[in-house]
């Protein structure tokens, strides 16, 4: 459907009346940059780069791209681990970059409206300074937007007590591959007045509608927060305390797991003095008012030592950053043990955890490759992580890849799901199907014609 | 589009054969008991009843209906308050009075599995009986079912602290207008793969699929309740002292008004020994630990203060329950000052909550009827409800529908939307396009299409 020529100059033309000529970009350098997001192997140029500035212009490049078939694949900062905002079919990149502006912070409201190019820290701060919170926190909040949260609707380290962003999308203005802008939702917690579109577009990848502005929900922000940290024998002690934990009533802020190849990495590169030899540990949580939070960690470590905790330690909230901090630094810890990381996404029910961990480590040993995993215990989300010593590799990667494939497989078959918060993206659509099954895979594909007949939003992704 | 008159002897035939004689009905005395739902003044006859018991022999219903292009109304217990499930166009009232079994309560995964004729106190009692908690709590919940909740997405008294239906919604298996079913999320609180189907038919009013079973989450079971009476001249002053909590960061599991009118008939009802000249009160109330409790209503009670309140009580768990069933009874003390009800919902942002209701007031007034007003104060979500000495005064009922079609604009208007919990229906289909504007109106109808092309589900509802 999708030509990989440059842009007709009549196109091109018409672009640039919309945005200003020096709002598109197609300088191959440029083009380079915007060639893949932060997934490894998904690499695929775009034609050009537009930089719009609002929603009328971003309705006038849509219609530009309807009326010559081109693919407009809305981006903001790039930092999605499925090639969600990969041009696999070409076109345009449509990025948020200017949008940047947090038009409103209304506290006896509760709630920010946002452009959708604001990135998540900066509204986090911002919230911040009336007092409030915005719970989601995906692993790249410093760098990712609210745009791309709200359409990949991001996890992050506080689902279980707090759920994900989808729970703090009150109303989006959307341009619909029609160019029509719609308004959903609006400002209230309560509103039933049609199909919830709101929720809809949340998670759609940029498939059903591109956002052009968030109003999202604050909390007023917790008055402290305290963390602990145990360490386990094994995973499957891990999994019993995080069992128990919630046995014992306590739905905490906080509740990660980082397996000993991930302890290893982040030791190496943070120099914490983690336990040397434990299997696993616990990284626990919670925020709230101060006899709260300390009746909630004392639960906690309770439990972890009921369920066998070779040590737990419980730190208050001078600790905490540094200990989340560490949890947050797994990533670049592990990317430096080799020149090609894979992080994935997995998801299944919250008792089966230390099930799947053992099964991910039996399929990395048939596959000869080495598979760290860590993730939020809590919400039985884990990022199993693959670590290649070359890039150039590819019989190396295809092992990869096929375990990967397995490990999928497994989720599913363990009554969970192949995306729990990264999403679909180009990368898991082969996974899609399994996932859903045929009826409703065609399903999604009529919900993606009702919002872009031509076809020309992100195509290749969900509703492909 | 569709017939009134009886079902063919075919039809007839083939309904019985999917489930059993005796449970498809025709009887003159069942189909008047199906002719209207909560909803006044909405009175319309199904051709019949079938009670069917389990998802495929609702596929099969659904497929007989579309082949002899009948519509298909599920419904609950017909608490409904906008006359969702009224069968306008005639066709086959499909209960889910014989799907009543709780399949599963699992602890350890913080979820039950239900069909969709289980009430709402049902699941909330078996919750409980495992120290669980499902925190949607409509104020019809001991009749109400959960597959009429999640088909309207209902509130209740807790949506400020703890969100609305949508908010607990893991899974959902429904019967397509296609007669297919399919699965849509599944037992886990994290889950992106694809779109977000499982909120899309949360509020769907059965227009895009029939709910045969739903995966809900459940949260432990807080520790203690505790909930306060507020006095204040007016409500301008019930209103500042929302404002007022918020802004000291409490965000209350209750937080709900009555005007002046609503304390009288409620108090003539309850005896409680209300305030006998206070222009409003507000009931406000939290959950958790006891000191988290205790420091939350302390908090509430000085933000009463500080905002002007007449008085303010606070009572412990003893003092809990009898102050919501206050609250609770609204309704039907209301009820008996008239042979008419009309109970309607907007909502509002929470700043706006006074000048809303004052406005209802005006509105009232102008249109030389009576209208009550509570709702929940922390969500800016309001009941006016008009009571009318008698139901067959067409002239006073055309005065109320006017004043009400008055009270949704000015809702819209102030920002805010024509119904909060209640849902559209067919009493509020007029005003969901002057709501949502012409292009997402389309976008509606492109939606139902994907999901029931032959326009069977539920017709002369939400997407028609």
Redesign the interface.
Known sequence: MFSDESLSTDVLRKLRSVVGDEHVRTDPGVLEAYARDATPLFRAYPQAIVEPDDAPQIAEIVRIAAEHRLPVIPRGSGTNLCAATSAQQGGIVLTTARMRRIEEIA????LARVQPGVTTAALAKAAGEH?LFYPPDPGSHTVSTIGGNIA??A?GLR??KY??T??YVLGLTAV?GTG?????G????????????T??L???EGT?GIITEATVAL???P?TTGTGLAYFTDLEAAGRAV?EI??R???PATLEFLDRRCMDAVDAYAHLGLHATAGAMLLFGDD??D??VA?SLTRMRQACLDSGALSVEIGGVAEAEPLLAARRCTLPALSRLGSLTILEDA?????RLAEMVARIDDIARRHDIVIATFG?AG???LHPTCVLPSAEDTEAIERAERAFGEIFRTAIAL??????????GAA?LPY?AE???P??TA??R??K???DPAGVLNPGK??S
Chains 1, 2 share one sequence.
């Open positions: 506290p006896a409201e509760l007092g990949t609707c996890g689902g279980l759920g994900v989808r729970n619909l029509e802008i719609v308004a959903t609006g400002r209230l917690w309560k509103d039933v007045a049609g199909y919830d579109l929720r809809l949340t998670g759609s059903l909390l007023p922000a008055e069992t919630i046995a009533g306590v739905l709230g008012g006899d709260q009746a998801s299944v029910p919250r008792p939020h919400d039985g989300n009554g969970g799901t192949i995306t729990g918060e990264h999403g679909v898991k899609l996932r859903l099954g009826e409703q399903l999604l009529r919900i014609s009702a919002f969900l509703g």
